[in-house]
């Protein structure tokens, strides 16, 4: 239904930025929330942030909240995720994924890596 593709990814010095992107091709992505998730080695997946695009309403994680921040465009189609004052733990393979109408997240993109060094 939708196609997502991630990039921006690098590497960064701790208390640096990054800002990551997810463009969206398909259909239109009214109705559909666009969610950031990441893993790092030898651990689980975890929920970034999502923003519902008809609305930008958002929802970040307790880790990340006041240091990364979501936006939109929608003459590209394209989620942003900036993440500023970075940390080693933030270290992680950064994805995005839709999910409409509630039935789950699907659609993944192929993930952009995000290092930080200390």
């Known amino acids: 239904q ?3 593709v991630e ?7 701790a208390g640096g930025s990054l800002r990551v992107s997810c463009a969206a091709s398909g259909r239109t992505l009214s109705g559909f929330t666009i969610g950031w998730f990441r893993r790092a080695p030898g651990k689980a997946r975890e929920v ?9 309403s958002t929802y970040y994680a307790d880790s990340v909240k006041g ?4 936006s939109r465009d929608n ?7 900036q993440m500023n004052s970075l940390k080693p733990e933030d270290t992680a393979v950064y ?3 839709a999910n409409w109408g509630g039935t789950g997240w699907s659609d993944w993109g192929q993930g952009t ?3 930080v060094s200390s």
Request: charged share 5%.
């Open 75 to 81: 003459a590209k189609n394209t989620v942003y995720l």
């Open 67 to 70: 240091r990364f921040t979501l």
């Open 48 to 56: 970034v942030a999502t923003i519902t695009w008809s609305g930008g």
């Open 95 to 97: 994805y995005c994924a």
């Open 7 to 13: 990039s921006g990814g690098g590497l960064v010095q």
């Open 113 to 115: 890596q995000v290092t």
């Open 2 to 4: 939708v196609q997502l």
